[in-house]
């Protein structure tokens, strides 16, 4: 999830930080952007959850 997860993020500080000159580029800045939210929250979803031990019970996902 780290090795996805990161890069992401990067991506999204990029293009949160790219100068606003016209219309286009605040579409296209709005457009990667939820993007890559989508991407990032698809990836935190579809991680798996290791097994947990409660009091000698066993539970998986």
């Known amino acids: 999830m780290v090795l ?3 890069p992401l993020i990067l991506a999204m500080l990029f ?3 790219l100068p606003i000159s016209d219309r286009r580029t605040v579409r296209m800045r709005l457009g990667v952007l939820c993007a890559l939210l989508a991407l990032l929250s698809v990836s935190v979803i579809s991680t798996d959850v290791a097994p947990m031990q409660l009091a000698g019970i066993v539970t998986a996902r």
């Open 15 to 17: 293009f949160l930080f």
């Open 4 to 6: 996805v997860g990161a």
